[in-house]
């Protein structure tokens, strides 16, 4: 049954970049809403709830029309503030540093650092309304970035997430207020590159 994930920081930990106020509100009021109305769902088919949510989010038609939308959107929900959760890391932690594999593979892709942190920043910026900007593994292998709106996850689109940011106001308003830009530009400080780099491990992507 899906449950509350216990985060791996505390609620501080992310200061000045995300406020305790607004993770503490994030995670025991947004993350668990979802959570809640998944389990809501589920109980109308028992059977689902054993099955791996990623599963039933790449191929929402084994979903009964019922609750399909209901797992659509807090399915997708739970299970990408779980992902964002894991890729975020206190400020100046050993996780926050970027190895050279990692480095070499976004110059192959992108050109530049620089240059993928706008391409990202821009992403995040045209995404209208609620969603989430991603780096993704796509097709032969290759980084790419790409958005999605609501709770929508890119494994419906056969993309392998490997760092989600959360573009719903709720992530950042307190702080940033409408300028999700200056946020976009500090989250780079907390993003966790030792956990990005596990989930395009040798022999999976290029690293
Ligand atoms: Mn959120």
Sequence with gaps: MPTLPILPYDYNALEPVLDEATMKL?????????????????DKHPELKDKDLADLLTDLNQVPEDIR??????????????????????????ATVMLENLVNKIDQDFGSLEVFKEAFKTEGLNRFGSGWVWLVIGENN?????STANQDTPLGLGLRPILAVDLWEHAYYLKYQ??????????????????VAELAPPGRGEL
């Design 142 to 146: 290759k980084f790419q970035i790409v």
């Design 69 to 94: 939308q209901a797992v659509r959107n807090n399915g997708g929900g739970h299970l990408n503030h779980s992902f964002f959760w894991e890729g975020l890391a206190p400020v100046g932690s050993e």
């Design 26 to 42: 994030h995670h025991t009021k947004h993350h668990q809403a979802y959570v809640d109305k998944l389990n809501a769902a589920l």
């Design 178 to 195: 409408n300028r999700r830009a200056e946020y976009l530009d500090n989250i780079w400080q907390i993003v966790n590159w030792k956990k």
